[in-house]
């Protein structure tokens, strides 16, 4: 197939492109700075300019091009601080940027859209032991702080399944991986900043960086229009457990932690992230569906390391 890909230069995109190439499909990758090109065709793919957010700018750099697919891995992450509102850049890339890659879809003449959502958009709370599944209500706000986070998922979910076009969403769990969380957390603790909250944190269910990009081609090549599936990996753990499996891979002190409160002071996201919600997803669907099983069964497994209870 020929892909438009958004986010080529990211921590999901710059594998994608490798493997999709890999399989024989053929990659238009977005990036908005002509500086990524030569990484791009390094990878494989072919270089389009073009801000996502800009739909004209968008439309123009897309005019006499032919996909059979887009793919939207856009997110601007790094800057989650303080304030969360619709207009932080990933939500509106998720909620505007959508509707902007379906009108892309729509003159490139793509049949298949596949748009990047997030586990954490079934909410951020206690959802106990119950592994939750796509039947499970999505998107539903709680008047938590990370809401504009879960309504920028069910923006782009709601979109891709309403539009004329085969519709997929991946409900990803966390990233780890090469320049994921696990490398975030590394550089943390490596400056001795207090990075969990005191307890160990709730439970989540995580995805390594090479099985998100299988199961993403899987999802092409595969997945049903109309239909969500999650992405996880086998085993849900705390985020005690996650940072002490990063710690013992990276050779990083072991993580500080701190009270919830004062994470809610600093970072209120990860406050809801990492104290609210204890979450373990499963990926029962994605793998009975797709054709596509997790190579990493498990975080300390992906990352080379012995378990820790
Ligand atoms: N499920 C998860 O846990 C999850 C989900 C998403 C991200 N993350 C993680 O969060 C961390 C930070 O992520 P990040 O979102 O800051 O960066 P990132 O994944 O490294 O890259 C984001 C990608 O989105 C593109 N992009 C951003 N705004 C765009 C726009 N307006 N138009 C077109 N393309 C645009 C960037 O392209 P340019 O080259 O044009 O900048 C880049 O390719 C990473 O470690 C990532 O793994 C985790």
């Not at 504009?148 to 979910?157: D, I, N, Y």
């Not at 400056?191 to 995805?207: C, E, L, N």
Request: hydrophobic share 45%.
């Amino acid at each position: 197939m020929r892909v438009l890909l958004a986010g080529a230069t990211g921590a999901i995109g710059q594998p994608l492109i490798a493997a999709l190439t890999g399989r024989g499909h053929q990659v238009l990758a977005l990036a908005r700075k002509p500086e990524s090109h030569g990484l791009i065709r390094e990878l494989g793919g072919e270089p389009v300019t073009a801000d996502v957010m800009d739909r004209d700018g968008l439309l123009r750099a897309v005019r006499g091009l032919r996909a059979d697919a887009v793919l939207h891995e856009a997110t601007a992450l790094k800057g989650v601080g303080r304030k969360l509102t619709a207009d932080d850049p990933t939500n509106a890339l998720r909620d505007r940027g959508t509707a902007h890659l379906l009108a892309a879809a729509e003159v490139v003449g793509a049949h298949r859209f596949i748009t990047q959502s997030l586990i954490t958009g079934y909410g951020y709370f206690d959802h106990g032991d119950k592994r939750l599944t796509e039947d499970d209500p999505f998107g539903v706000e709680t008047g938590s702080y990370a809401d504009p986070v879960l309504a920028g998922c069910r923006a782009t979910e709601e979109q891709v399944f309403a539009a004329e076009i085969e519709g997929i969403a991946l409900r990803y769990g966390l990233f780890y991986g090469p320049r994921a969380f696990s490398d975030m957390f590394a550089d943390l603790m490596r400056k001795r900043t207090p990075v969990i909250p005191m307890g160990g944190g709730g439970f989540a269910s995580w995805v390594h960086i090479a099985d998100a990009v299988e199961a993403t081609v899987a999802a092409l090549e595969n997945g049903r229009g109309g239909q969500a599936y999650n992405i996880v990996d086998d085993v849900p753990i705390t985020w005690r457990q996650f940072v002490d499996a990063v710690a013992a891979a990276h050779h990083t002190p072991r993580a500080l932690a701190m009270p919830t409160w004062l994470i809610r002071l600093t970072v209120p996201y990860l406050a809801c992230l990492m104290s609210d919600t204890s979450m373990r997803v499963s990926a029962e669907k994605a793998r009975r569906e797709l054709d596509w099983t997790p190579i990493h069964r498990s975080v300390p497994a992906g990352l080379g390391v012995a378990a820790r209870s």
